[in-house]
């Protein structure tokens, strides 16, 4: 975990308009988005959300500087969620036959 110092730095990284801008487009409070920045906070979770969609990029990225999964990776994650024991097994059977 970062820093809400490091946090903020992040943010300031990837934002490409005002604040004032980001916080009228997303529904967020400016002055309590003022005021986390000032007292070096986190800024709450639904605040947090809206920022990260704001900059294009995923809460944990902000939160830890991870990257998360690529585009083509989740899409399948989310495949294999919803996909049923039969599917999963033959999954299973062709990852093995290509270790």
């Known amino acids: 975990m970062i820093s809400p110092?490091?946090?903020w730095q992040r943010f300031d990284e990837l934002k490409k308009e005002s604040m004032k801008?980001?916080?009228r487009k997303y529904?967020?409070?400016y002055d309590r988005l003022l005021h986390n920045r000032s007292?070096?906070?986190f800024p709450k979770a639904e605040d947090l959300l809206a920022l990260s969609e704001?900059?294009?990029t995923s809460a944990e990225y902000l939160l830890t500087g991870r990257k998360g999964y690529p585009d083509r990776v989740r899409s399948i994650a989310d495949k294999l969620i919803q996909a049923d024991d039969a599917l999963l097994e033959k999954?299973?059977?062709l990852i093995a036959a290509t270790n």
Do not use: L, S, T
Request: some cysteine; charged content about 35%; overall charge neutral.
């Open 39 to 41: 007292d070096c906070r």
């Open 21 to 23: 801008d980001i916080c």
């Open 91 to 93: 999954i299973e059977k």
């Open 5 to 7: 110092y490091q946090f």
């Open 54 to 56: 704001a900059v294009g």
């Open 27 to 29: 529904g967020i409070r």
